[in-house]
């Protein structure tokens, strides 16, 4: 019975760290929007383009974060309990998915360009297309988090 609570507290006590970390590079995922979306006009086009492949980097690899470790382990979470999650996350995933083709629109028209004085009502637009697509992808993905992993949180020994 030990061992069964010691392999619990390791496999559901690394999932929570994984979220943790991912959660972290979302806050900075979310510091380099902002600041790019609040200085992009005021931004020399040379400072402009590091910022926005700064972006990009930081995008693809959260975005490849969620998809590639995150939502595997949420997925065997919900296998392991048994009680509805992978109906849930069949749900959302689609939508998280959708999400995931404006990320990588974004990151195809953006990255490595140094836009002109005439292309920022583009990237205006495009970075408030990328913000929108944003808020909508945290929101199904704290939902996912709060019901495919902190529901089970008094079932698995704390990590603490």
């Not at 005439?118 to 990328?130: G, H, I, P």
Request: aromatic content about 6%.
């Amino acid at each position: 019975m030990l061992d069964n609570c010691r392999d619990a507290k390791e496999r559901w006590g690394g999932v929570h760290q994984l979220i943790d970390r991912w959660l972290k590079e979302r806050q900075e995922l979310l510091v380099h929007y902002c600041d790019l979306s609040d200085t992009a006009r005021s931004t020399p086009s040379e400072d402009l383009g590091k910022k926005l492949e700064r972006l990009c980097e930081i995008l693809v690899d959260y975005t490849s974060a969620g998809h590639f470790e995150v939502y595997e382990q949420l997925i065997q979470e919900a296998r392991e309990f048994d009680d509805g999650g992978i109906e849930l996350a069949g749900r959302i995933y689609p939508r998280i998915s959708e999400t995931t083709e404006v990320v990588l629109d974004f990151n195809e028209r953006v990255d490595g360009k140094r836009p002109s004085e005439s292309e920022m009502d583009d990237l205006m637009a495009e970075l408030s297309r990328l913000g929108e697509a944003l808020e909508t992808r945290f929101e199904l993905e704290d939902f996912l988090i709060e019901h495919l992993h902190n529901v089970h949180a008094g079932k698995v020994p704390s990590s603490a």
